[in-house]
């Protein structure tokens, strides 16, 4: 089935519901939807003079045109409707754009006028000048204040990397959620010689969850983003402490929503001929328990039928990019986008 072009059909959307403390979710309960995505280089078609962002200008090794620009805007805008299941989700977090200015483009200039999103946005040190941001439904999330929390891996090197995003805001009307946008680290240089700079983001960021939980253990906390390690690896399970959902809980810990799909070896990113989980969404113990008056339904991959293309030299699929070096593909991204939903239980 088709409407207004975009395939009805999914090809893999978990349906389940997470049971707690001999609980379940009632499935008509009041619900809304966090998404996160990797769009592979969001960059405007303007060269900065101030980041390295040259490749990605019409005269640049991209050939990066204004047209393939709009195109890029298009297929995230199908994406994340598709991904909403027409409902526009409340909040949907992104990395790897350029600046404030495409993010303005995406709500302003594509379908998504309609929906009045709003966008937070802060301009981090990145060398190439990406960033990470969100933008949020105004009639299902209310910001209350946010900032960008610096890392600072130059201890570690001599580069800069993206600040994680820490945005606060009501849900339901009434109910306090803090959310935390990431892009960490690359593993240029190796997986081993580069996890010292991510271990650097994850003790950063749990200095902040610290803090937050500190002041009321029940916090709702959603920690998004990717993250270029896996759910097992140390800066993730370790230092952030983000354990998988079998293990004994407690208020102060971290849960990876998405340790199932990384220990079935099903991931966001293809590398050669391996899935990596490297897009996560990681959460507070308040959001598991079935007591508390928000509690978070079963995360997803979004794997749907346009984001994917056949793996001719590694078999199987593969995510269906925008490029494959310097030669343009016209695809969507090199990741796929993760969701969950949040539900009301009053």
């Avoid at 990605?56 to 909403?84: A, M, N, V």
């Amino acid at each position: 089935m088709i409407k207004n072009g975009l395939p009805i059909k999914i090809v893999q959307i978990s349906i389940f519901f997470f049971v707690f403390n001999g609980g379940i979710f009632a499935q008509n309960q009041e619900k809304i939807r966090l998404a996160f995505y990797n769009v592979e280089n969001l960059f405007d078609t303007i060269n900065d003079p101030l980041t390295n962002d040259d490749e990605f200008t019409p005269s640049g090794t991209k050939g990066w045109y204004f047209s393939r620009y709009l195109d890029k805007l298009d297929h995230i805008y199908k994406t994340i409707t598709g991904l909403g299941e027409w409902d526009p989700p409340a909040l949907v977090g992104f990395c790897e754009i350029e600046n404030r200015s495409v993010l303005y483009d995406l709500v302003a200039k594509t379908p998504f006028i309609k929906h009045g999103y709003e966008i937070i946005h802060q301009d981090s040190p990145d060398k190439r000048g990406i960033d990470v941001g969100l933008i949020y439904h105004p009639k299902l999330f209310k910001p209350i204040s946010f900032k960008a929390i610096r890392v600072d891996i130059t201890q570690d090197s001599s580069s800069t990397t993206r600040d994680i995003l820490y945005v606060t805001g009501k849900i339901f009307q009434k109910d306090t959620i803090h959310v935390f946008i990431n892009h960490w680290p690359s593993r240029s240089g190796g997986q081993a010689k580069s996890e010292p700079r991510r271990i650097i983001a994850a003790e950063t960021l749990r200095l902040h969850v610290d803090s937050i939980l500190k002041l009321n253990s029940n916090a709702n906390i959603v920690i998004m983003g990717d993250f270029n390690d896996e759910p097992g690896d140390k800066s993730i399970y370790e230092t952030l402490g983000a354990k998988e959902d079998s293990v004994q809980k407690n208020k102060t810990d971290l849960y990876n929503a998405m340790y199932s799909y990384f220990k079935k070896e099903i991931g966001t990113e293809k590398f050669q001929d391996h899935w990596h989980c490297l897009d996560q969404i990681i959460v507070s113990y308040a959001l598991l328990n079935v007591s508390n008056q928000v509690i978070m339904s079963s995360p997803s991959i979004f794997k749907a039928s346009w984001l994917i293309e056949s793996d001719s030299k590694y078999l199987g699929d593969m995510p269906f990019r925008t490029y494959a070096g310097p030669k343009y593909l016209g695809g969507y991204s090199d990741h796929l986008p993760v969701y969950v939903d949040l539900i009301n239980t009053r």
